[in-house]
């Protein structure tokens, strides 16, 4: 059974840092595009990172670029999202997700799993 746990969030002043984990369970990151989402009360949600089996960035959202990244533990079967130089426009319920069918997924809907979500708020 495959289980994606986030943790991590919570609330940071503007300008600060955040370091968001994503521990998966029943897969292996080799045969998973895994994704870091995010969801702002009113919008959609929308693709942060993906990043390939290989560990491979293949998208970034342009709002982050500089400010986000991510490393991937393979030992610990752990996925992070390092946040820096946060704006209040972070602020939202970041997801990780897993994609074991595409090799670039987008959509919601081509992702496989989700994790429960974690909550990050940035103060002005």
């Known amino acids: 059974q495959v289980q994606l746990v986030e943790s991590g969030g919570g609330l940071v002043q503007a300008g600060g840092s955040l370091r968001l984990s994503c521990a998966a369970a029943?897969?292996?990151?080799?045969?998973?595009?895994m994704g870091w989402f995010r969801q702002s009360p009113g919008k959609e949600r929308e693709l942060v990172v993906r990043?390939?089996?290989?560990?491979?960035?293949?998208f970034f959202l342009n709002s982050v670029k500089g400010r986000f990244s991510v490393t991937r533990d393979n030992a610990r079967n752990t996925v992070y999202l390092h946040m820096n130089s946060l704006k209040p426009e972070d602020t939202a319920v970041y997801y990780c997700?897993?994609?074991?069918?595409?090799?670039?997924?987008?959509?919601?809907?081509?992702?496989?799993?989700w994790g429960q979500g974690t909550q990050v708020t940035v103060s002005s």
């Open positions: 997700a897993a994609s074991g069918t595409y090799q670039f997924p987008t959509s919601i809907a081509s992702y496989d799993y």
């Open positions: 029943g897969l292996r990151f080799s045969d998973y595009t």
């Open positions: 990043f390939s089996r290989s560990g491979l960035i293949t």
